[in-house]
């Protein structure tokens, strides 16, 4: 699977939208980008996940650029139940999760 | 509808102990997952059972064995503990071969500590 690179840390504003940058510049065309988040060393929880189009669901949006070799996943309305590790995830159909050691992302009032 | 749960929440061994971690799920998925996390690191994958009868290993499993006892439930077991397995152990399953959609629910994890 392809490694990624994700920044260390992030702040964000409360209210603000917050946006985490993924490079997955090795990424094959079977893989999908996913996103976890882990809450206060709680077990990580599914955000979203893509292919090639943009996706969104009721907690964010997933940005994939045309070449695939990079993603941003937005959250529009941050909250502080939002301050967590997100973790940016490439992976093959039947393949591993390898998790990265993710952006920690601090929501500031 | 529990979702994963694993027991216990917190352990603390001596080295040379053996202890057995234990994980279910009740959405009757096919795969399930052993993962350690040690401070400010990612997850890494222990072992993995991808159908009920089948383990295999995966980045880290030295020091470790499971158990697919059947399709609930996959244990864990460090036969002869060393300060080196002190970390957070989570467990996951996912419904695998739903296509390449392959959401991996985690359960709260088990934080161990090996003196």
């Known amino acids: 699977d392809a490694k990624t690179t994700q920044p260390t840390s992030m702040d964000c504003a409360e209210g603000r939208a917050a946006n985490l940058p993924c490079n997955h510049s090795?990424?094959?065309?079977?893989?999908?980008v996913y996103w976890y988040r882990q809450i206060h060393s709680q077990g990580p929880q599914y955000i979203i996940h893509?292919?090639?189009n943009n996706e969104t669901n009721e907690m964010a949006s997933l940005i994939i650029t045309e070449d695939r070799k990079s993603s941003t996943l937005i959250l529009p309305h941050a909250t502080l139940r939002d301050t967590a590790v997100y973790y940016c995830?490439?992976?093959?159909?039947?393949?591993?999760?390898?998790f990265g050691t993710g952006t920690s992302l601090t929501v500031i009032p | 509808n529990a979702g994963v749960t694993q027991t216990p929440k917190f352990q603390v061994l001596k080295t040379g102990q053996s202890m057995t971690l234990q994980c279910a799920q009740d959405?009757?998925?096919?795969?399930m997952y052993w993962y350690r996390q040690d401070p400010g690191m990612g997850l890494r994958l222990i072992y993995y059972?991808?159908?009920?009868?089948t383990t295999d290993k995966g980045e880290v499993p030295n020091g470790y064995n499971v158990s697919r006892l059947n399709k609930r439930e996959f244990s864990l077991r460090l036969e002869s503990a060393a300060p080196s397995q002190t970390s957070v152990y989570f467990c996951?399953?996912?419904?695998w071969g739903r296509g390449s959609y392959n959401e991996q629910f985690f359960g709260p994890g088990t934080r161990l500590t090996v003196l």
């Open positions: 996951a399953s996912s419904e």
């Open positions: 959405m009757n998925h096919n795969s």
């Open positions: 059972s991808a159908s009920e009868g």
């Open positions: 090795t990424i094959s065309g079977n893989e999908y």
């Open positions: 893509g292919l090639k």
């Open positions: 995830i490439v992976r093959a159909p039947g393949n591993q999760f390898y």
